[in-house]
């Protein structure tokens, strides 16, 4: 399977606990995104990295949120100190830079904060 | 602000027949639309796509079509199938001189599409 793989697909955590995911692109694309899906909801873009530069980053992505893309291979994403709040579908998706707009996700991290 | 909108929330249609899926957006520098389907617990789906310098998209059973001065585009499945039953999302992005995009993709907030046999 060559698609976007992300892991774990499912986390549950209390309150105020650290969680880490991780998210391997498509091995020939250059570009990863991060996005969060809530219910009933489209997905929000959060941040993107063109091989191990971080390009973009919303106003969402508050500064309990951290991403990096180290060797431009696989992403990872660490929320802090997680709050109830953020509770939602986190979906990554790569992408080439130029000629193809299409981006390509994974099947998300489901996170829970009890 | 919702830049990005698809107003219907769900459509039910029977199989066979043509189902037609809306999305407005106001911010004109969008010039590149996609669609994606999503099944539940799985990543969106790209379905199709279309650049504003097109008004038509065809991709099998799939055509998009775009109105610049409305900005207005529908997704058309013709004939609907039973499979076809997902979530629909339409997004869109910018696209630099160049032929570089910005990155970031603009979801709607998605239309559940029912085909009933």
């Known amino acids: 399977d060559t698609g976007v793989s992300q892991n774990p697909r499912h986390k549950i955590t209390k309150r105020g606990q650290n969680v880490t995911f991780r998210c391997d692109p498509i091995s020939e694309h250059n570009r990863l995104y991060w996005y969060r899906q809530t219910l009933g909801q489209g997905p929000e873009f959060l941040t993107y990295?063109?091989?191990?530069?971080?390009?973009?980053k919303s106003r969402l992505l508050s500064d309990r949120f951290s991403a990096e893309r180290p060797k431009g291979s696989f992403s990872t994403l660490e929320i802090q100190r997680t709050e109830q709040g953020d509770s939602a579908m986190y979906l990554c998706a790569s992408s080439w830079q130029q000629g193809a707009y299409e981006q390509y996700f994974g099947p998300g991290t489901r996170l829970t904060v009890t | 602000d919702q830049q990005v909108k698809q107003n219907s929330p769900s459509l039910s249609v029977q199989e066979g027949r043509i189902s037609i899926l809306n999305c407005d957006y106001t911010n004109s520098m969008f010039d590149y639309f996609l669609w994606y389907k999503k099944y539940p617990a799985e990543g969106p789906t790209f379905l199709i796509s279309i650049s504003s310098i097109k008004d038509k998209n065809e991709d099998g059973r799939f055509t998009v079509f775009l109105n610049k001065s409305a900005k207005h585009l529908s997704l058309h499945i013709v004939p609907s199938q039973p499979g076809d039953s997902a979530v629909y999302f339409c997004?869109?992005?910018?696209?630099?001189?160049?032929?570089?995009?910005?990155?970031?993709?603009?979801f709607g907030q998605g239309t559940i599409l029912t085909v009933h046999p």
């Open positions: 990295f063109q091989n191990e530069a971080q390009l973009e």
């Open positions: 997004a869109a992005s910018a696209i630099r001189a160049g032929g570089t995009s910005y990155g970031k993709l603009t």
